[in-house]
């Protein structure tokens, strides 16, 4: 129901813009986010939007996710990316969350299959 895409391979300092399109359901009035996970490491909040967005604080200043609820789609916009910025993209949905745990992954009942970004030089 969420299919992501736009990851590959940039050089740092380099940009990427990730698209996440939700079908089958609607998720309006709820959160759409990204998480990400990196090699030998455990998955991690990078952003969330329903009406405000917030961030980790690793890629505030660098990143901007947006939503289209016309199109059901979410996106993350990555600009001055880092080594460190490389991973498996999971964009994730859910209508439950309540603004204390948009970071925590469990609260997300929906997720995409991950689309991968690399950061090499």
Do not use: H
């Given at each position: ?55 980790a604080?690793s ?11 016309a ?7 990555m600009?001055s990316?880092k ?7 999971y964009c ?30």
């Amino acid at each position: 129901q969420l299919q992501a895409s736009g990851g590959g391979l940039v050089q740092p300092g380099g940009s990427l813009r990730l698209s996440c399109a939700a079908s089958g359901r609607t998720f309006r009035n709820g959160y759409m986010g990204w998480f990400r996970q990196a090699p030998g490491k455990e998955r991690e909040f990078v952003a969330s939007i329903r009406w405000n967005a917030y961030y980790a604080d690793s890629v505030k200043g660098r990143f901007t996710i947006s939503r289209d609820n016309a199109k059901n789609t979410v996106y993350l916009q990555m600009n001055s990316l880092k080594l460190e910025d490389t991973g498996v993209y999971y964009c994730a949905a859910g209508n439950g969350i309540i603004q204390s745990t948009i970071p925590d992954g469990t609260r997300y009942d929906y997720w995409g299959q991950g689309t991968l970004v690399t950061v090499s030089s």
